[in-house]
Every structure is written in structure tokens, then in C-alpha cells.
């Protein structure tokens, strides 16, 4: 599968962004999705990620209640808007997929991930 992710820009703290991350090559339906996110001279953390039928999602910490993660199987993309925007918010954001898994939590380790989009850049200016 193919991930290509969009969206990133430049914003003052306490703005809002909406990433997108459009999938192509196989059936989106079978493959469980994530946003990880890194920083300069920072390890690749999960933002949050999502199953395969949107029926479970995950939060870091740090992003709940701000950050909602969907996806649309019909349309092969899964979304990230990030509200209330700060500036430790700021990184290269990556869209990530990994073959489903029927039960259990959705895998929040980027080792456990098989595919990667190209990264786009969010920057909060406080």
C-alpha cells in the first residue's frame, strides 16, 4: 500500500489543522492506520492511531481531547484534525499502516508498522 499525507503547514498555537493521508494499491479496509509524528532530535512517537473498521482508536497522552483521528474506507484515507494547536505540537507527522488485526488494541509501536507515508511538516509558533 501506498500512503501519501498532506495537510502540514505553519499555524499559531491554538489553531487547528486537519492532516490527510490517502492510501492507494490495496484494499484500505484491510490494513489498521496511524499517525506518528517526530521532532528534531526526538524518537518517532504514535500520535494515535485507528483499526481497520474505525471501531478502536488511541491517544498519546499528550494529544486527547485535541486531536481526533478518522477514516473513510470508501474513500481510502484516514484524517487527523488536531485542534488547539501548541507549539510542542510541532514535528514531522507521518501516516503509517500495518496489515489488520481482528481483536486486541491497535499496535501503537512504529516497529509494528510495515508502511510509512513521506512525513508532512506541522510547525505551531507560540
Known amino acids: 500500500v501506498q500512503l501519501q499525507a498532506s495537510g502540514g503547514g505553519l499555524v499559531q498555537a491554538g489553531d487547528s489543522l486537519r492532516l490527510s493521508c490517502a492510501a492507494s494499491?490495496?484494499?484500505?479496509?484491510?490494513?489498521?492506520m496511524a499517525w506518528f509524528r517526530q521532532a528534531p532530535g526526538k524518537e518517532r512517537d504514535l500520535v494515535s492511531s485507528?483499526?481497520?473498521?474505525?471501531?478502536?482508536?488511541n491517544y498519546a497522552d499528550s494529544v486527547k481531547g485535541r486531536f481526533t483521528i478518522s477514516r473513510d474506507n470508501t474513500k481510502n484515507t484516514v484524517d487527523l484534525q488536531m485542534n488547539s494547536l501548541k507549539p510542542e505540537d510541532t514535528a514531522v507527522y507521518y501516516c503509517?499502516?500495518?496489515?489488520?488485526?481482528?481483536?486486541?488494541?491497535?499496535?501503537?509501536?512504529?516497529?509494528?508498522?510495515?508502511?510509512w507515508g513521506q512525513g508532512t511538516l506541522v510547525t505551531v509558533s507560540s
Open positions: 494499491g490495496r484494499t484500505f479496509s484491510q490494513y489498521d
Open positions: 503509517a499502516a500495518k496489515p489488520r488485526q481482528l481483536w486486541g488494541p491497535t499496535a501503537t509501536r512504529s516497529t509494528q508498522y510495515d508502511y
Open positions: 485507528i483499526n481497520w473498521s474505525a471501531g478502536s482508536t
